[in-house]
């Protein structure tokens, strides 16, 4: 490969040249692992978001009006992208607890049909649990898809009724799938 001068390379790169662009990888590379560094070792989001980078830089290389802004811009997208997989992550990370308390209490079953079976009794004893004004509009909303408009007209409420309702309506069925003693 040519050897080129930092200004010349990326000269190159904006004008779409692939050989810069190889380049640009090369000498940047390390520039956005280190803003990818809070990532955790061993995750592949690593490497993809390092991967992607360039690849946007690549798409927008024409917009770069200076190196210095091309290196400020590397930092953001990297930095933007490595908090995001982290929101991910943790997102990942608190729906496999929830998961795992719902079914802490239980016999670990065999199958996912099982799993099935257990969560819908469950969730049936809790809907039945509610209060009937409560049960209609959460069986309307998530078993009939009907609207919170559609539903209010239904039980002639207003709309900010139905949507409070809902949503007390669904505190209390997560409070109960997770309380043990239900």
Known sequence: MENYS????F?????????ALSSIYEQYHFLVELNTVVLPNGDLGKELIINDTFLKAWDRRTTFQSIDHFERWL?????????SRL???ASEKKKKEGV???FENFESPTSSEEEHTILHQRLSRCITAMAPISRMIILSAFWDEKSNSEIANQLNLTVNA?????SRALKFLRSQMI???F
């Open 100 to 102: 795992s308390l719902l």
């Open 6 to 9: 930092g200004y010349d390379v």
């Open 75 to 83: 930092k953001v997208v990297a930095t933007r992208a490595s908090i």
């Open 11 to 19: 000269a190159r790169f904006q004008q779409g040249d692939s050989r």
């Open 87 to 89: 929101r991910s992550l």
């Open 179 to 181: 309380n043990p003693g």
């Open 162 to 166: 139905v949507v409070a309702r809902k």
